[in-house]
């Protein structure tokens, strides 16, 4: 089970991530959705495609781009994290 929270405040939770360059992603029905906004930043990796972001407010101080997520990935090697919801290590506290 992987866990991600930011001031004790859990934003997501699953046995079922993948992880993709070291990063884990979340199916979107374990991820605390309701806690986010959508940011305006996008940005584009050739193989998995245009990436949106997520930004939060958890424990009263904005945090902005904390997570990421593709809606549409362009490559057959992304189609297994497209929708996923992954997150900075710099940002939250990830644990396994």
Request: proline share 5%; glycine share 6%.
């Amino acid at each position: 089970m992987v866990k991600v929270t930011l001031n004790d405040t859990v934003l997501a939770e699953s046995a079922r991530t993948v992880v993709v360059e070291g990063n884990h992603y979340f199916p979107p029905e374990d991820v605390t959705t309701s806690l986010f906004e959508k940011s305006d930043t996008n940005t584009f990796c050739p193989w998995k495609g245009t990436a949106s972001y997520y930004s939060t407010g958890v424990g009263g101080e904005p945090i902005k781009d904390v997570a990421w997520y593709y809606p549409t990935a362009i490559d057959s090697r992304a189609k297994n994290i497209e929708g996923y919801i992954a997150f900075y290590k710099n940002k939250v506290q990830i644990t396994e």
